[in-house]
């Protein structure tokens, strides 16, 4: 769809990262009906208005730079940052016990 509509899709990459603060997430999915991960990576970048993916294949940090080329934002805020790290590992730890479909422990 991306390539189809490349003008427009570009352009909502560039509207991003000229955002002062921006969301940088990666992350792999998982393939519908197994826990096999997929082998590329999701990389979202968000701004208020709005949102830009991109998927690669891996998470390396070339890959990250290819992904945030020009960006010249906010990228550091330390003590929010880690805050919400601690937030998010908490998540993870009330997570990490279920049992299901997309859990650790589903049968693949």
Same mark, same amino acid.
């Given at each position: 769809?991306?390539?189809?509509?490349?003008?427009?899709?570009?352009?909502?990459?560039? /509207?991003?990262?000229?955002?002062?603060?921006?969301?940088?997430?990666?992350?792999?999915?998982? #393939?519908?009906?197994?826990?096999?991960?997929?082998?590329?990576?999701?990389?979202?970048?968000?701004?208020?208005?709005?949102?830009?993916? /991109?998927?690669?294949?891996?998470?390396?940090?070339?890959?990250?730079?290819?992904?945030?080329?020009?960006? /010249?934002?906010?990228?550091?805020?330390?003590?929010?940052?880690?805050?919400?790290?601690?937030? #998010?590992?908490?998540?993870?730890?009330?997570?990490?016990?279920?049992?299901?479909?997309?859990?650790?422990?589903?049968?693949?």
């Amino acid at each position: 769809m991306a390539r189809h509509l490349e003008p427009t899709y570009e352009a909502l990459g560039h /509207r991003a990262l000229d955002a002062p603060v921006i969301n940088v997430d990666e992350t792999r999915w998982a #393939i519908m009906g197994t826990a096999k991960p997929a082998t590329g990576t999701v990389w979202g970048v968000h701004a208020p208005t709005v949102s830009y993916y /991109r998927i690669l294949p891996g998470k390396s940090v070339e890959e990250g730079r290819a992904v945030l080329a020009g960006y /010249r934002g906010i990228t550091t805020w330390p003590t929010a940052c880690a805050a919400i790290g601690a937030l #998010i590992g908490e998540l993870y730890a009330i997570e990490r016990p279920g049992v299901g479909r997309f859990s650790s422990t589903a049968a693949a």
